[in-house]
């Protein structure tokens, strides 16, 4: 049992140390950060789809709007 446990631990250390130091560890890493907000405001296709949502918005709004006048009127 207890050679179990220590079996258990082992691979649980070199899992970790296998996750910890990749064999690409040395590569040379790259952060991004992508400006979702300015991308729908400045990109062609961001505006195209920015305006497709709102158009969608505006029908379900309205539905809902017509739905809830014949709710108050019953």
Do not use: S, W
């Not at 207890?2 to 996750?19: D, K, Q, S």
């Not at 560890?25 to 296709?45: C, M, P, S, T």
């Amino acid at each position: 049992m207890r050679t179990r446990t220590l079996l258990h631990a082992a691979a649980l250390t070199v899992a970790a140390a296998m996750y910890a130091f990749p064999a690409h560890a040395g590569a040379e890493q790259k952060i991004a950060y992508v400006d979702l907000q300015r991308a729908l405001n400045e990109i062609e296709e961001g505006k195209a789809a920015k305006a497709n949502l709102k158009r969608e918005f505006d029908q379900k709004q309205k539905m809902l709007d017509e739905k809830k006048a014949e709710f108050d009127k019953l």
